[in-house]
C-alpha cells in the first residue's frame, strides 16, 4: 500500500459523507465497508481489548474501568440504545492482540474498539480489526510504529488504528535529551524485549542519543519469561557503557535491575526505564537496588475535568486509579469514539439506527481540537491524537512507592512548557 | 322420494326459494329431516376424521422436522468438535517431533493433514451456519452466530499460524540452508579457520563460544546465546592480535565470526517468532474450547428443544381435536334438539290430544305446525276429531234413554247387593262367634286339665305310697280301697290326658317329631305295654310283622299312641282267642292291624265310635272303662301323620282296627333320618352306665325281663334282656354282665345248653350265672356252673340277695346330694318320701333365687327342678347355672307340670338331663333318672379332671 492511499480514502469517505446525509435512504448501506444496523431496543456494541491477566493486568484493568466510566457518564446509553461492551483480554502480546481481535471481528455489531493495552498486542490486532472495517482507538500503545516514524507510516501502521497515547517516537526523544544534556552522558546501551514497544522505543532512543553526539555502544534483545540477565549485563559491561536504557516490562525489569548490581563492572552505570515498570509492585521488588534509577512517563493532566473523573473513579472504584495518566487517555479515546458515532449515526423514525463503518473512521480521523481530559484532541493522518508531556522522574526512596517516585520529578518534556 | 326430499331440502322449489331456513326445515319430511339430520352427523364425522388426520400429520412433519435439524446440527458440531481436537493433535505431533523424526518428514506427515483437517473444520462450520440460518432453530443457536463466526475465523487463523510456523520452522531448521545448518557450517569454517593460527587462546575461546552456542540450542533460553555472543568478543580482539593468522587470515577468520554471529542471532529471532506462533496456538486453544463446548451445550439444548416442540405440537393436535370434538357434540345436540323440537315433541303432542280424546274431551285438537307425516296425521286427527264430535251429538240422546232405564235397574239391584252384604256379615259374624267359643273351649280344657292335673299327680303318688308303706300295717279292705282310689284316679288322668290332647289335636297345636325306626321294636314295645292288659291265659297276643319292612319315618310317640290305643282297645274288649298285630307294607303306606276276637261293633256304630266320647253305647263306658276319646285321638292322630285309622267289625266275631301311614312322613327332608342302629332289640341298645353293676336277664318271656328291670334298677342294678338262649349268648360275650339270670324252658336252646355255652366260652364263663325257673333242678344247675338257683314266682329281696353277694349296688356307694326346687312344698316331700330308702341327701328351696343361693353354698351332685315358680323360674335357673362355669355341669332334671312347647323343649334338652311330667312321677323312673343323670355327670366331671 503507498502512502498516499489513506488521503485518498479520506477525501473518498468525505464525498461519501456528503452523498449520504439525511436524505439518503435510511435502511440502504452505501458505506464502503458496510454499515452496522441497531434495532429498536438492541444495543450498540463496543469492543475492549484490555491486558487483564499477567503483569500488566492492574493497568488493563485501570483503562476497562475507565472506558466503563465515559459510558456511565452517559447513562450507559447513546441515541436511546444502551451501549454493550464486549470485553477481551489481549493479554500484552502479538498472540494475545490476534486472539482478542478475532474475537471481536466475530461480532458483526461491533462498531469499534477502546484498546488495547500494549503495542505488541495492538501490532497484530490491528491487522484482523482493520479487516473487518472496524476501528480502534487506544490509550497506551504508543509503539511508533502503529502510527507514523519521522512523517511516514509505521511498519504496524493500519487504517483504523488511532490512539490518545503519545508516539514513543517523544518518549524515546526525551530519555536520550534528558541523558544527553541533563546527566551528560555519553555512552549508551538499550534493551527491548522485541516487541514493538520496546524495541521502537530504543530504536528512537539510539538514534537521538547518537544525534546528539553520544555513543550507542549496545543494543541488546531479550526475550520475554529470561530470568537470567547477567549474559546481557555482561555484554553491557564489558562496553563500558555509563547509561542502560531499558523500556521492557516486567518480571524482566525487575531482573535486570536486580542482576545489574551483582555484575562487575556496572557499579556506575545508570539505569533508565520507561511506564513499562512503573508499578508500586516494581518498586517493592527491586528495593534498594533501584534507587538512583530513572523513568520517564507522561505527565500527569491537570484541570478541574480531570479533578472531576478522578472523583468520579474513586467514588466509583473505591480507589484511585494509578500515576501513569492513560485512564484519562482512555476516557478521552472512549468519548472519542462515542461522539464520532453519535456524529455519524442515522436514525430511523422507529430508532433504527445505521452506522457506516468507513463514516465512523473517517469522523474520527477528523477530529479536531477536541477537549479531553488529556488536553485538546487532534488526530492526524496516521492515527495520532494525543498531546502529551513527559516527565523525567528518579527513584530516590524505595518505601514512598510509586507515588514518591512520581513526584520526584527531575526533567520535563518538552523542556520549557 | 328423493327427488322431494332434495327439492324440501335444498328449497330449489321455486316457491320456497325465498323461505327461511327454519321454515323450510319445518315443512321437511320426517324421512328428510332424519336423512338431514344423519346425513349433517356424517359430515361432522368426517369432519372430526379430517381434522383429526390433519393435526397427526402437521404433528408428525414438525416432529419430523424438529428431530432431524437437531440432530444435523448436533453432528456437524460434534464433527467440528472432533476436527479441531484432530487439528491440535497435527500441530503439537509437529512442532514436538520434527527434531527426532526429521523436519521433512514432519511436515509431510502433519501439514498436509492438519490442513485438510481445518479445511474439513470450516466446511462444517460454514455449513452449520447455513443450516442454522435456514431452520427453526431456538434464539440461543441463532445467536451462536458471532461464535461459529469467530470459529470460523480461528480456524482461518489457525491455518495461517500454522503456515507462518512451518515457514519458520523451515527456515529454522530446513536441511542443508535452514539456519541451524548454515550456523553449524559458519562454525566448522571458523574454528578451521581458527585452527590454522595454531594459537591454543584462539581455540579455548573458541571451544566456550561453541559450548554456550549447544547450550542454546538445546535449553533455547537466550542467555546462553547471549553468552556466546559475549565470548565472540575478546575471541574478535584475539583474533586481530594473534601471532598466528596473517592479515588474510585473520580477515577470513573475522568473516567467518561474523557469518556466525548473525546466523545466530538469526536462530535467535526465528526462535522467538516462532514462540508466537506456539503462544498463539495455545491462545486460540483456549478462546476455541469455551466456544466448542457453548456449541456442543447449544446442540443438546436444541435437541431437547426438538423434544419441548413435539410436545407442544402434540399439545395443540390435541387442542384442536377436542375443538372438534366439543364442535361435533354441540352440533349433534344441536341436530337432536331440532328433531326433539320437529318430531319427538309433535309426536308427544298429538298423543296427549288422543289421550284426551279418549278421555272424552271431544273438543281438544292437535296443534302441529308441520308439513310432514306428522302434520297430515294431525290433520286427519283432527278432522276425526271433529266427525267423532259430530256422531256423539246424536249418540247423547238415545244414550240418555238407556241411561234412564239402566238408573232404574241399577237401584234395584243395589238393593238386592246390601240384602246380601248384610247375610254375609251376619253369617261371618257367627262363624267368629264359633271359632272363639271353640277357642274358649280348648284354651278352657288345656287350662282346666293342667289345674286338675297337678292335684292329681299328688293323689296318685302318695297314694302308691301309702300302699307302699302301709302294706303290712293296713287291713287288706284298705289296701283294696287305695287300689280303687288308684284306679280312679289313674283314669281320671287319663281322661285329662285324653281330653288335653284331643284339644291340642283339635286346635292344631301339636307338632310332629319325625324319626326313623323300626316297626318291628314299635310293635314289640307296644305289645310289652299292653300284655298286663290281656286277660291272661286266655287271650293270646300273637305278632305278625312282614319280613323286610323299611323303617319308617314318622313321629314315632304318635304312632305308639296309636298302636297301644288300639291294642288297649282290642285287650279290652276281647276276653277270649287273639289279638294279632299286624304289619304290612302297601305301596308307600304301611298298613298297622290290630284284630281281636271280641265282641265286635254292629255296623251302624262303625263311624260313630271315632268320634269324641262314644263308645258303641252307653253301657260300654261302665262295663269296660275308658274316656271313649281313644279312637278319635287315634284317628286325629293318625291324620296328623298323613294316615288315617278304619275299622272293620262283625259283631260277635271281633274287630279289625287298622292304621294306615305312609313310610316318609312329607314335608320332612331325609336328611333329618336319623335310623337307630338294628339287630339288637331296643331295650338292650342303651349303653349300660359304666358303674352300674349290669346284669343280662334271658328268658322268652319279655315280662319277666320286664319286672326284673323294675325290680332291680331300683336296687341299682342294669338290667339287659334277652329273649332267647342265642341272643343271650351273644350279648353275654359283648356285654360282660356282672350276672346273669338265666331262664331254663326256652326253645330252641333251652337253659342247660346256655349255661354249657356259657361255661364252656372262655370270655364268659367266670360270669356268675343264676337259674331262674319253673325247672328245680339245682343238682344240674350247680353242676353246669350256676352261682345260684332260684324258683319262680322270683322273690325280689332274694334276687337282690343274691347279686348283693357278686355286686353290691351302685347307690350304696354314695351319698348323693339332691336339691329339689319346686315352690309346691308337697312335691319336694314327696319326693323325700320317693326317695327315703336311697341314698340320696335331699335339700330343697321354693324358689330359682333361693335355689341359685343354696347352690353358691353348697353345689348340690343334682338338681330336679321345677319350671313354673313366683320370681326367678326354672329357666331362669338353668339360664345362671349355664352362665357359672363351676356349675355347669351339675345336672338339671325337669321336674314340671306344664305343657311345653318345642322351642322350650330344645332349649330343655340342650341344657338339662331330662324332663320327668309331674304326672308320671313314679319313684322307680326318677331314681332311674337321677341315676343316669349323675352317672353322666360323673362321666364329665372325670373327663375334665
Given at each position: 500500500m503507498s502512502q498516499g492511499n489513506p488521503l485518498v480514502l479520506l477525501l473518498l469517505a468525505a464525498v461519501l459523507l456528503a452523498g449520504c446525509?439525511?436524505?439518503?435512504?435510511?435502511?440502504e448501506c452505501t458505506d464502503t465497508i458496510g454499515c452496522v444496523e441497531v434495532a429498536p431496543g438492541e444495543p450498540i456494541k463496543l469492543g475492549v481489548m484490555q491486558a487483564?491477566?499477567?503483569?500488566m493486568a492492574p493497568q488493563g484493568l485501570e483503562l476497562l474501568q475507565s472506558t466503563e466510566l465515559a459510558l456511565d457518564v452517559r447513562g450507559g446509553e447513546l441515541l436511546g440504545h444502551p451501549i454493550q461492551l464486549q470485553t477481551?483480554?489481549?493479554?500484552?502480546s502479538g498472540e494475545g492482540g490476534t486472539t482478542a481481535a478475532l474475537k471481536i471481528a466475530?461480532?458483526?455489531?461491533?462498531v469499534g474498539v477502546v484498546g488495547p493495552s500494549c503495542s505488541g498486542a495492538a501490532a497484530t490486532a490491528m491487522k484482523v480489526v482493520s479487516d473487518a472495517g472496524l476501528v480502534m482507538i487506544s490509550s497506551?500503545?504508543?509503539?511508533?510504529s502503529l502510527t507514523s516514524v519521522g512523517g511516514e507510516p509505521g511498519s504496524d501502521w493500519q487504517l483504523g488504528f488511532l490512539r490518545?497515547?503519545?508516539?514513543d517516537a517523544l518518549v524515546g526523544r526525551a530519555a536520550a535529551t534528558f541523558a544527553f544534556?541533563?546527566?551528560?552522558?555519553?555512552k549508551a546501551a538499550t534493551i527491548d524485549d522485541g516487541d514493538p514497544y520496546t524495541q521502537g522505543l530504543a530504536n528512537t532512543f539510539n538514534q537521538v542519543f547518537n544525534e546528539l553526539g553520544?555513543?550507542?555502544?549496545l543494543a541488546l534483545t531479550i526475550n520475554r519469561?529470561?530470568?537470567?540477565?547477567r549474559p546481557a549485563l555482561n555484554a553491557i559491561a564489558a562496553t563500558e557503557a555509563e547509561l542502560l536504557f531499558f523500556p521492557v516490562f516486567r518480571p524482566e525489569g525487575d531482573y535486570i535491575v536486580l542482576q545489574a548490581r551483582e555484575?562487575?563492572?556496572?557499579?556506575n552505570l545508570t539505569l533508565m526505564s520507561a511506564?513499562?515498570?512503573?508499578?508500586d509492585a516494581f518498586i517493592e521488588v527491586v528495593g534498594k537496588a533501584g534507587v538512583g534509577m530513572y523513568f520517564t512517563a507522561p505527565v500527569r493532566p491537570e484541570g478541574p475535568a480531570y479533578d472531576v473523573f478522578i472523583a468520579r473513579y474513586e467514588t466509583q472504584y473505591e480507589e484511585p486509579p494509578a500515576f501513569t495518566p492513560y485512564h484519562a487517555h482512555t476516557y478521552d479515546a472512549a468519548n472519542l469514539l462515542l461522539n464520532a458515532i453519535e456524529a455519524v449515526a442515522v436514525q430511523d423514525k422507529d430508532g433504527t439506527l445505521h452506522l457506516g463503518r468507513q463514516a465512523l473512521r473517517d469522523a474520527l480521523y477528523a477530529t479536531a481540537g477536541y477537549q479531553g481530559l488529556t488536553g485538546s484532541l487532534t488526530c492526524d493522518e496516521y492515527g495520532d491524537c494525543g498531546a502529551i508531556r513527559l516527565h523525567v522522574t528518579r527513584l530516590?526512596?524505595?518505601?514512598?512507592?510509586l507515588a514518591g517516585l512520581a513526584a520526584n520529578v527531575v526533567y520535563t518534556y518538552p523542556p520549557g512548557e | 322420494l328423493e327427488l322431494t326430499i332434495f327439492e324440501r331440502f335444498t328449497g330449489l322449489n321455486g316457491m320456497n326459494s325465498w323461505k327461511t331456513l327454519p321454515e323450510r326445515w319445518r315443512e321437511l319430511g320426517i324421512t328428510a329431516k332424519f336423512a338431514s339430520a344423519f346425513g349433517m352427523l356424517l359430515a361432522l364425522i368426517v369432519l372430526v376424521s379430517l381434522t383429526s388426520y390433519a393435526a397427526l400429520t402437521a404433528m408428525r412433519r414438525q416432529t419430523e422436522a424438529a428431530i432431524l435439524t437437531s440432530m444435523e446440527i448436533q453432528r456437524l458440531i460434534l464433527e467440528m468438535d472432533a476436527g479441531l481436537q484432530r487439528a491440535r493433535r497435527l500441530e503439537r505431533d509437529l512442532f514436538l517431533r520434527w527434531p527426532t523424526v526429521g523436519f521433512s518428514q514432519a511436515l509431510e506427515s502433519y501439514a498436509r493433514k492438519h490442513d485438510e483437517e481445518i479445511a474439513g473444520l470450516k466446511a462444517r462450520s460454514a455449513s452449520l451456519q447455513r443450516l442454522i440460518s435456514e431452520s427453526d432453530v431456538s434464539d440461543a443457536l441463532r445467536e451462536s452466530e458471532v461464535s461459529l463466526n469467530f470459529y470460523l475465523s480461528a480456524a482461518d487463523r489457525n491455518a495461517a499460524t500454522f503456515a507462518e510456523a512451518s515457514d519458520l520452522v523451515t527456515q529454522l531448521a530446513?536441511?542443508?540452508?535452514g539456519a541451524q545448518a548454515r550456523l553449524a557450517y559458519s562454525s566448522e569454517l571458523l574454528r578451521e579457520a581458527l585452527q590454522r593460527a595454531d594459537d591454543p587462546a584462539l581455540m579455548v575461546l573458541y571451544r566456550e563460544m561453541q559450548s554456550f552456542e549447544k547450550d542454546y540450542l538445546v535449553t533455547r533460553q537466550r542467555p546462553s546465546m547471549q553468552s556466546a555472543f559475549n565470548v565472540a568478543r575478546p575471541l574478535r580482539e584475539e583474533i586481530s592480535r594473534?601471532?598466528?593468522?596473517d592479515g588474510d587470515g585473520q580477515a577470513q577468520a573475522l568473516a567467518y565470526l561474523d557469518d556466525y554471529l548473525g546466523v545466530a542471532n538469526e536462530i535467535l529471532l526465528l526462535d522467538v517468532e516462532i514462540g508466537h506462533k506456539l503462544n498463539e496456538f495455545d491462545l486460540q486453544a483456549e478462546a476455541v474450547d469455551p466456544i466448542s463446548e457453548e456449541l456442543i451445550a447449544l446442540a443438546s439444548a436444541e435437541t431437547q428443544r426438538a423434544r419441548d416442540q413435539i410436545t407442544r405440537t402434540s399439545r395443540v393436535a390435541i387442542t384442536l381435536l377436542v375443538v372438534a370434538l366439543v364442535a361435533a357434540v354441540a352440533l349433534a345436540g344441536g341436530i337432536g334438539l331440532a328433531l326433539n323440537n320437529t318430531i319427538t315433541s309433535n309426536v308427544i303432542q298429538l298423543t296427549r290430544t288422543a289421550g284426551a280424546l279418549r278421555a272424552g274431551n271431544l273438543e281438544v285438537r292437535a296443534q302441529i305446525d308441520s308439513a310432514d307425516e306428522l302434520g297430515q296425521l294431525a290433520d286427519s286427527f283432527n278432522a276425526m276429531a271433529t266427525r267423532i264430535n259430530a256422531l256423539v251429538g246424536t249418540l247423547e240422546q238415545k244414550v240418555a234413554e238407556r241411561t234412564t232405564d239402566l238408573t232404574k235397574a241399577n237401584v234395584q239391584l243395589e238393593q238386592e247387593i246390601a240384602e246380601r252384604v248384610r247375610a254375609e256379615e251376619a253369617l261371618r259374624q257367627a262363624k267368629e262367634a264359633a271359632e272363639t267359643a271353640n277357642r274358649a273351649k280348648s284354651s278352657f280344657l288345656a287350662s282346666m286339665s293342667h289345674e286338675l292335673r297337678t292335684p292329681l299327680n299328688a293323689i296318685i303318688g302318695f297314694t302308691r305310697l301309702v300302699q307302699r308303706r302301709s302294706q303290712d300295717i293296713l287291713p287288706q279292705k284298705q289296701l283294696d280301697n287305695l287300689d280303687k282310689v288308684l284306679v280312679s284316679a289313674d283314669q281320671l288322668l287319663e281322661l285329662i290326658n285324653a281330653v288335653l290332647d284331643l284339644s291340642k289335636i283339635e286346635s292344631g297345636r301339636i307338632d310332629v317329631q319325625p324319626v326313623s325306626f323300626d316297626v318291628a321294636d314299635l310293635v314289640d314295645t307296644c305289645l310289652t305295654t299292653v300284655r298286663p292288659l290281656v286277660k291272661s291265659g286266655q287271650v293270646r297276643l300273637v305278632k305278625e310283622i312282614e319280613p323286610g319292612l323299611p323303617q319308617l319315618f314318622t313321629d314315632q310317640d304318635k304312632v305308639r299312641q296309636i298302636l297301644i290305643n288300639l291294642l288297649s282297645n282290642a285287650a279290652k274288649f276281647t276276653e277270649a282267642g287273639s289279638i294279632t298285630v299286624t304289619a304290612r307294607r302297601r305301596n308307600e303306606t304301611l298298613a298297622l292291624a290290630v284284630a281281636d276276637t271280641g265282641i265286635g261293633i254292629p255296623e251302624e256304630a262303625l263311624e260313630r265310635?271315632?268320634?269324641?266320647?262314644?263308645?258303641?253305647?252307653?253301657s260300654t263306658t261302665r262295663q269296660?272303662?275308658?274316656?271313649?276319646l281313644g279312637l278319635s285321638i287315634s284317628r286325629h292322630l293318625a291324620w296328623l301323620l298323613g294316615g288315617d285309622v278304619t275299622v272293620e267289625s262283625t259283631v260277635g266275631v271281633g274287630s279289625t282296627f287298622t292304621c294306615t301311614l305312609p313310610l316318609q312322613y312329607r314335608?320332612?327332608?331325609?336328611?333329618?333320618?336319623v335310623p337307630l342302629p338294628s339287630g339288637v332289640p331296643s331295650a338292650a341298645l342303651?349303653?349300660?352306665?359304666?358303674d352300674s353293676p349290669l346284669v343280662l336277664a334271658i328268658d322268652d318271656d319279655p315280662n319277666v325281663i320286664y319286672l326284673l328291670q323294675e325290680n332291680l334298677a331300683e336296687a341299682g342294678y342294669h338290667v339287659v334282656g334277652a329273649t332267647s338262649g342265642e341272643e343271650g349268648l351273644r350279648q353275654a360275650q359283648a356285654l360282660q354282665p356282672l350276672a346273669i339270670i338265666l331262664d331254663i324252658?326256652?326253645?330252641?336252646?333251652d337253659g342247660w345248653q346256655v349255661l354249657h355255652e356259657l361255661k364252656a366260652d372262655v370270655t364268659t364263663r367266670d360270669i356268675p350265672v343264676v337259674v331262674l325257673s319253673i325247672v328245680d333242678n339245682k343238682e344240674l344247675g350247680y353242676r353246669l356252673g350256676a352261682f345260684d338257683y332260684l324258683v319262680k314266682p322270683f322273690d325280689r329281696e332274694t334276687i337282690l340277695g343274691v347279686l348283693a353277694r357278686i355286686a353290691p349296688p351302685l347307690a350304696a356307694l354314695h351319698q348323693v346330694r339332691l336339691l329339689v326346687v319346686d315352690d309346691d312344698p308337697h312335691v319336694v316331700d314327696l319326693v323325700r318320701q320317693l326317695l327315703e330308702d336311697e341314698a340320696y341327701q335331699i335339700q330343697s328351696a321354693a324358689d330359682g333365687q333361693a335355689a341359685l343361693e343354696a347352690i353358691s353354698r353348697k353345689p348340690p351332685d343334682i338338681i330336679l327342678l321345677d319350671?313354673?315358680?313366683?320370681?326367678?323360674d326354672g329357666f331362669g335357673v338353668i339360664e345362671q347355672l349355664r352362665q357359672t362355669p363351676q356349675h355347669r355341669d351339675i345336672p338339671v332334671i325337669v321336674l314340671t307340670a306344664k305343657t311345653l312347647t318345642d322351642a322350650e323343649l330344645v332349649q330343655l334338652q340342650q341344657s338339662v338331663s331330662k324332663v320327668i311330667h309331674k304326672r308320671g312321677l313314679e319313684r322307680d323312673a326318677l331314681i332311674e333318672e337321677l341315676r343316669n343323670a349323675l352317672q353322666t355327670y360323673r362321666r364329665k366331671s372325670e373327663t375334665k379332671g
Open positions: 446525509g439525511p436524505a439518503a435512504a435510511p435502511s487483564l491477566s499477567g503483569a477481551e483480554d489481549s493479554l500484552c466475530a461480532d458483526p455489531q461491533i497506551s500503545c504508543s509503539a511508533p490518545t497515547a503519545q508516539n544534556q541533563q546527566l551528560g552522558l555519553r553520544g555513543q550507542e555502544v519469561g529470561d530470568t537470567n540477565m555484575v562487575e563492572g556496572l557499579e511506564e513499562g515498570l512503573y508499578f530516590d526512596d524505595p518505601a514512598a512507592g | 530446513t536441511d542443508g540452508t594473534s601471532p598466528g593468522l265310635i271315632f268320634e269324641a266320647f262314644q263308645q258303641v253305647d252307653g269296660y272303662g275308658g274316656t271313649g314335608n320332612v327332608p331325609p336328611a333329618m333320618d342303651a349303653t349300660p352306665p359304666e324252658l326256652m326253645s330252641p336252646k319350671l313354673l315358680m313366683p320370681g326367678l
